[in-house]
């Protein structure tokens, strides 16, 4: 079984200012997908980028960006410019295709954007 | 509305008692999932449905009941309420036949076992 760890329970940075939340994940698989979601205080769950693990190139959603180590087995997000709308939780999460897109995911890292 | 909907979205319900959180969407999604979400453990799976009448457990399913019978709704049923069960209950639903394999969140349920 696939295992997600986030080990950053909770984070803090400043507005307009540069974060990076880690993620790690135990696969023996080759063919997989990585995803980091947001939930803000409103409890809702938005997708906000998604990697291939086929795929060499990272990533990059806006101010969104991954940093995908296949080999290190590592899936972290930088969020750049942070605004006060980042303030959220943000989970990591796997898929293996064929498996009725079951994904796992990991503990969550809360971020808080201050001024 | 298009999308994805939870009712009740706050539930109080006493231990013993049996109660059933309602999932529906409007995108004819193929699978649908239930996910609890509690303090340090993220968001776990529950019982996910590849189609109607196709069910299967997930990793958490001890004391959960779910039924398929119509592509559209997914309800999950607590048959007995206990306290542990106190949680933040997702329903999420994705197309069989989508590339991104994004998954589609309802907008939850909390409920509160007394």
């Known amino acids: 079984a696939q295992t997600v760890t986030q080990s950053q329970p909770e984070m803090s940075v400043q507005e307009a200012e540069t974060v990076t939340l880690s993620c790690t994940y135990d696969t023996s698989e080759n063919n997989y997908y990585l995803f980091w979601y947001k939930q803000p205080p409103s409890r809702q769950m938005i997708l906000v980028i998604r990697q291939e693990a086929y795929k060499q190139q990272n990533a990059t959603e806006n101010r969104f960006s991954v940093n995908f180590q296949k080999a290190a087995k590592s899936f972290s997000l930088k969020i750049s410019d942070s605004q006060l709308g980042d303030t959220a939780m943000y989970f990591c999460a796997f898929l293996k295709p064929g498996t009725a897109s079951k994904l796992t995911f990991g503990t969550g890292t809360r971020l808080q954007v201050t001024l | 509305d298009a999308g994805i909907t939870q009712s009740p979205r706050y539930k109080i319900t006493e231990t013993g008692r049996q109660v059933t959180l309602m999932c529906h969407q409007t995108w004819s999604h193929s699978y649908m999932f239930w996910y609890r979400q509690d303090l340090g453990h993220g968001l776990r799976l529950i019982y996910y449905?590849?189609?109607?009448?196709?069910?299967d457990k997930g990793e958490v399913p001890d004391g959960y009941v779910v039924s398929r019978s119509k592509t559209e709704n997914f309800p999950l049923t607590l048959e007995s309420a206990t306290r542990s069960q106190t949680s933040v209950y997702f329903c999420?639903?994705?197309?069989?036949?989508?590339?991104?394999?994004?998954?589609?969140f309802g907008p939850g349920t909390r409920l509160t076992v007394t």
């Open positions: 999420a639903s994705t197309s069989s036949t989508s590339f991104s394999y994004e998954q589609y």
């Open positions: 449905s590849a189609a109607a009448d196709i069910t």
